[in-house]
């Protein structure tokens, strides 16, 4: 019962990774700089790790698999036809998700252990 209570208290969250997600795989197409749609990707799956420090891989799959999927919608409908490396790119950017989502929850846990006075 009380994980079902914890599951409808992170919807905010699983829609703001949604969010921030496709942001950052908007930013990826028009800007085309890898490494500001990896500090997009690092920043929103450090907050969340934070946040939400369960399972902190979440964010990364959610946020991460964005980048990818919104590259694939500009092919799709907008008819931008990228280059190999930028397909390869959009990949990379989990790297520095999974960074940031398990260094989001590793503070997370020293906060709270410094905080109880342990």
Known sequence: MAEQASRKHDVPFYILA????????WVGIEVGDLLFTAFLVLAPCML????RPERP????????ALVPLVQLAAYLFRAEKPYRAQIWEAF???FPGIAGAYGGSLLRGVVDNLLQGK
Do not use: D, E, Q
């Open 57 to 64: 891989w979440r964010w990364v799959v959610i946020v991460g």
């Open 92 to 94: 990379l950017a989990w």
């Open 18 to 25: 949604v969010m921030l997600g496709l942001f950052a795989g």
């Open 48 to 51: 969340l790790g934070a946040l």
